[in-house]
């Protein structure tokens, strides 16, 4: 299984989101907090050259933010990355 790391602050509505989303498939994450210690700030700055968050990180493969995230789901590109089967759809209850 892959590892997903997500870094994260305490007040960001987008890493709720992130995370809400990753629950959702019932995928684990290490979630990363920056604003209580700089020098991961820093780490997390150097890894993905940016400095918003949430960035996520599936294995070494920069996902980006929570919109990146959501656009790979929205493709069905998650669930390949995660491992995961791929979702079926039905037209409701047989």
């Known amino acids: 299984m892959p590892k997903v790391v997500m870094y994260t602050t305490a007040i960001c509505p987008y890493c709720v989101r992130a995370k809400f989303l990753l629950e959702q498939k019932g995928f684990g994450f290490d979630?990363?907090?920056i604003?209580?210690?700089?020098?991961?700030?820093?780490?997390?700055?150097?890894?993905?050259?940016?400095?918003t968050v949430p960035q996520i990180f599936i294995d070494d493969f920069h996902v980006g933010g929570y919109d990146d995230l959501a656009a790979l789901e929205m493709s069905g590109r998650l669930n390949e990355l995660l491992g995961l089967p791929e979702e079926i759809e039905t037209d409701g209850p047989t």
Do not use: C, G, K, L
Request: glycine share 0%; net charge negative; hydrophobic share 30%.
């Open 35 to 51: 604003d209580t210690d700089h020098a991961v700030m820093q780490e997390m700055v150097e890894r993905s050259r940016r400095n």
């Open 31 to 33: 979630e990363i907090r």
